[in-house]
C-alpha cells in the first residue's frame, strides 16, 4: 500500500518544533522491510521543553484556562478533534497500517474506535460540571464539608506500538476531558497517526501546551518523562518490563501510576459449547491483530473429547490447525508468522508462561471444573481470560474464580469505551476507560470548615 508519510516535527506547545538535538528515527514498513520515512526523536531537553509547556497551560492567564474551564468547554474541543479524524479516517487507517503492519480492514475499525472514544470523553467531561463540588453528609452539624475535584496537573502518557492511535486515545481523551495537559509518547516503533493527532489539535485550535506529542526511544524520551520532577502522574501501556523502570523512576518522587502491562490470557472451552462458536471465538481471541494483543486468551483449556473436535472441524472447514512457527511462504518479506498451534504443553514449559505478543495458541486439556481454574491461573499475569460454556450457571461461577481484570462469556476481546479496562497481577494495575478512569486523573481536596 503506497501512502506518503508526511514528515513531522515533535508537537509542542501547540506548534511543529524541532528536536533540540535534531535527531530523528527510521520508519520501517514491517510489510516490505522498506524504510518510508522518519520520525523526530525526543530527548531529556525536548522533555523538558514540553513539561514546562504543559505546565504553563495548566496556569496561564492566572488560572482562568485550559484546568479551569469548564467540562463543557472541554467537551466542544473533544468533539471538534472527533470530527477532524472522522474526516481524516481513510488516510489514518493507511498510515497505521504501513507503519505497524495490521490489516487495513483492523486499522479502519480502529479508527472508529478512537473517534468513538474521543466522543465519548466529550460526553463525561460535560456531566464533570454538575459533580465539580459534592457536600458530604457530617454527623456534627458545625461543620460542612465539601470534596473538590480538580485536574491532577501534568499527565505522561506513554503507550506501546500495537495500537498507536488507540492506545494513545484511551489516555488522551480522558486526560484532557479531566483538565489536565498532556505529554502524550507514542513508541518509537509506530508513532506516525499519533503525529497527525498533532495536526488535528492544531486545526481544532486546542488551546497550546494541553496536549505535547514527543516520539523517541523508550530509554531516552521516555525515561525522562518518567522521571521528570514536573510531571504530576503517569499513564503506562506496554510490556511488564518496561512497566518495572517506569515504577521505579515514580516512587523517586511518590508519583501515582496506572499500567496496563502484558498478559497470558485463558480460554476455558467446556465440553457443552456450540463448537463452530468455541472455533470461532478461540481463532478470534488469540489470532486478530496476528496475536498481537496484551489481552490475547493464547491459552486454551480445552475438555479432551473437544481438541479432537476442534481440529477435525476446522480441518473440515478449510482452516490451517495446528500449524506454523515459520515464515508465510506466500510471502518474500515482511516480519509475519504463520498462525501457530501448540499442543503437549507442559506446564513449566516457556510457551505456557511467557506472553508472546505473537499469533501462537497453546492447547491444554482438562477433565474437572477445578482442573481447568487452576490451569487458567497458572500464570503471574492477570489481564483478559474467557470462558465458553452454554451453562450459564458454570459460566458465572468460573468467571468469578477466574484471577483477570476483564472475563469474557461466551466470547474473548471485545472491548467499549464505556467499560473499565486492566489487569491484575503482573499485568498491572488501576483501570482505564469509562468513568472510572476520570477520577484517577483528578485529585481530591476535603473542604472541612465552620459554619
Ligand atoms: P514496551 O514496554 O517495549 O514499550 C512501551 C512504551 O514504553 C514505548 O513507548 C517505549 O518507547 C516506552 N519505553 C521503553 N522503555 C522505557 C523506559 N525505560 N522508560 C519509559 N518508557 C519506556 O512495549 P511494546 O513492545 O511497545 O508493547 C507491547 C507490550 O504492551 C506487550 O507486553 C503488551 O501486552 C502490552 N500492551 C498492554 C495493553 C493493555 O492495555 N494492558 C495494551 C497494548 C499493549
Not at 502484558?262 to 489470532?287: H, M, N, R, S, Y
Not at 496484551?294 to 476446522?314: D, G, P, Q, W
Not at 494495575?429 to 465552620?450: A, H, M, T, V
Amino acid at each position: 500500500m503506497a501512502i506518503p508519510i508526511p514528515s513531522r516535527q515533535l508537537f509542542i506547545n501547540g506548534d511543529w518544533a524541532e528536536p533540540l538535538l535534531k535527531k530523528r528515527i527510521p520508519i520501517i514498513n514491517p510489510t516490505t522491510e522498506e524504510i518510508i520515512g522518519d520520525i523526530p526523536a525526543a530527548t531529556a531537553e525536548d522533555v523538558d521543553v514540553a513539561v514546562q509547556a504543559a505546565r504553563s497551560a495548566l496556569t496561564r492567564n492566572k488560572g482562568k484556562d485550559w484546568a479551569f474551564a469548564s467540562g463543557a468547554v472541554r467537551a466542544k474541543y473533544l468533539r471538534a478533534i472527533a470530527t477532524k479524524i472522522k474526516e481524516r479516517k481513510p488516510v489514518l487507517a493507511k498510515l497505521e497500517t504501513v507503519d505497524c503492519g495490521k490489516p487495513l480492514s483492523e486499522s479502519e475499525a480502529d479508527m472508529d474506535d478512537v473517534i468513538g472514544c474521543f466522543e465519548y470523553y466529550a460526553d463525561l467531561a460535560e456531566g464533570l460540571d454538575a459533580k465539580q463540588k459534592a457536600p458530604i453528609s457530617l454527623p456534627m452539624k458545625t461543620f460542612k464539608s465539601y470534596v473538590i475535584k480538580e485536574p491532577i496537573g501534568v499527565v505522561a502518557l506513554i503507550v506501546p506500538w500495537n495500537y498507536p492511535l488507540l492506545m494513545a486515545t484511551w489516555k488522551v481523551a480522558p486526560a484532557l476531558a479531566a483538565g489536565c495537559a498532556a505529554i502524550l509518547k507514542p513508541s518509537e516503533l509506530a508513532s506516525v497517526t499519533c503525529l497527525e493527532l498533532g495536526e488535528v489539535c492544531r486545526e481544532v485550535d486546542l488551546p497550546a501546551g494541553v496536549l505535547n506529542i514527543l516520539p523517541g526511544l523508550g530509554p531516552e524520551a521516555g525515561a525522562s518523562l518518567a522521571s521528570h520532577p514536573h510531571v504530576d502522574k503517569i499513564s503506562f501501556t506496554g510490556s511488564t518490563v518496561t512497566a518495572v523502570k517506569i515504577m521505579t523512576a515514580a516512587a523517586q518522587r511518590v508519583k501515582p501510576v496506572t499500567l496496563e502491562l502484558g498478559g497470558k490470557g485463558p480460554i476455558v472451552v467446556f465440553e457443552d459449547v456450540d463448537i463452530d462458536k468455541a472455533v470461532e471465538w478461540t481463532i478470534f481471541g488469540c489470532f486478530y491483530t496476528n496475536g498481537q494483543i496484551c489481552s490475547a486468551t493464547s491459552r486454551l483449556i480445552v475438555h479432551y473429547e473437544k481438541v479432537m473436535n476442534f481440529i477435525s472441524n476446522a480441518k473440515s472447514e478449510g482452516a490451517t490447525i495446528l500449524y506454523g512457527g515459520n515464515r508465510p511462504k506466500h510471502l518474500k518479506k515482511g516480519f509475519f508468522v504463520e498462525p501457530t498451534i501448540i499442543t503437549d504443553v507442559t506446564t513449566s514449559m516457556q510457551i505456557w508462561r511467557e506472553e508472546v505478543f505473537g499469533p501462537v495458541l497453546c492447547v491444554k486439556t482438562f477433565t474437572t471444573e477445578e482442573e481447568a481454574i487452576e490451569l487458567a491461573n497458572d500464570t503471574h499475569y492477570g489481564l483478559g481470560g474467557a470462558v465458553v460454556s452454554k451453562d450459564r450457571e458454570r459460566c458465572d461461577r468460573v468467571s468469578k474464580l477466574l484471577q483477570n481484570g476483564a472475563v469474557w462469556v461466551n466470547c474473548s476481546q471485545p472491548c467499549f469505551c464505556q467499560a473499565p479496562f486492566g489487569g491484575t497481577k503482573w499485568s498491572g494495575f488501576g483501570r482505564e476507560l469509562g468513568e472510572w478512569y476520570l477520577p484517577k486523573l483528578q485529585l481530591f481536596f476535603s473542604d472541612n470548615y465552620y459554619l
